[in-house]
């Protein structure tokens, strides 16, 4: 007895090694599979993304609004942070339900006849691209009032919509999982070419839906992305919204964004509106508040 028991001992071993594995850290094994072929292992990728500093680009702005072009500033803030899927919010400390995401915070300042614009947007995409957003917000501040926007990736994406305009009040919504236009930056910075091209439905840009006053829904789309010159340019066409918005980004890692254009149709002109970078710098922004950080901003021109 005691020597059959010895044979079958690595049987009986393997067996229990085979059905009593961790399923967590299968799970996790794969997840980093994915996401790894997501990035295509892009060498300098980690090196890039988790130096512990966020890229922060201006950019000079002509923003179209009421019929008329304006001139601002835009700003781009892309860094990565560990998120709670659950909660959806950044994560305090470090745990195995946290999973990488890229972080983009868009802003626009101008200034229409006597009062301002204020306008941000956050994007929160995981690094592996074959995921959805799992968070957008967007909001708006002059001095008419407040519109703020947020959407949820749960069963279905979950929209709460704010604003103080009588036809566009408070309200709820809940759409399908298309892809989303605010989404793209995001993965335009991880993989330009995990992007598909072609026709389909897509829920545009927070803040063009909610300035413009359009149905929170997908629209028919065509994407493109071309290589000319030293640059890549992705495009997203509207053909019932007779919008087209088009991302000039670099050919090569980190894919960094140099410029858009986004031509739209308001009080009854088609018009466009343009970024063009002005500096790009990394840093650990969230440490600098002191007078002296002040240089720091100089540096970006604004």
């Known amino acids: 007895m005691k020597r059959m028991f010895n044979i079958y001992t690595p049987l009986i071993f393997s067996f229990l090694l085979l059905f ?4 967590e850290t299968k799970k996790e094994n794969t997840t980093t599979k994915t996401i790894a072929k997501s990035v295509e292992k892009h060498p300098k990728f980690n090196e890039y993304w988790y130096a512990g500093k966020a890229e922060i ?7 179209v609004r009421y019929g008329e072009i304006h001139t601002g500033t835009a700003v781009t803030i892309f860094v990565t942070e560990d998120f709670l899927p659950k ?4 994560a305090d400390y470090k745990n195995d339900k946290n999973i990488p995401i890229l972080k983009l915070n868009s802003t626009k300042k101008f200034t229409t006849g006597i009062y301002p614009y204020s306008l941000m947007t956050s994007t929160f995409s995981p690094i592996d691209v074959n995921q959805k957003a799992i968070k957008i917000s967007f909001s708006s501040q002059e001095w008419c009032g407040n519109t703020f926007v947020q959407l949820n990736n749960k069963n279905n994406f979950q929209i709460d919509f704010h604003s103080y305009f009588e036809s ?3 309200k709820k919504l809940t759409l399908k999982k298309h892809p989303l236009e605010n989404d793209f930056w995001n993965q335009l910075r991880i993989n330009p070419k995990s992007i598909t091209k072609g026709r389909y439905k897509v829920i545009p840009s927070m803040e063009y839906l909610a300035l413009h006053h359009k149905e929170i829904k997908a629209y028919d789309a065509e994407t493109n992305l071309i290589e000319k010159g030293g640059f890549q340019y992705f495009s997203v066409y509207y053909p019932e919204l007779k919008r087209k918005i088009t ?7 980190p894919y960094s964004i140099e410029g858009w254009e986004e031509t739209t149709h308001s009080r009854g002109k088609k018009l466009t509106t343009t970024a063009t970078k002005i500096k790009t710098i990394k840093s650990a922004y969230w440490s600098k508040n ?3 950080d002040i240089e720091e901003r100089k540096e ?3």
């Open 247 to 253: 991302l000039k980004l670099t050919k090569e890692f």
């Open 290 to 292: 002191g007078v002296a």
């Open 300 to 302: 970006l021109g604004l």
């Open 20 to 23: 009593c594995a961790n399923p």
């Open 57 to 63: 680009t201006s950019y000079t702005l002509s923003q």
């Open 168 to 170: 566009n009040a408070d």
């Open 87 to 90: 909660k959806q919010v950044k």
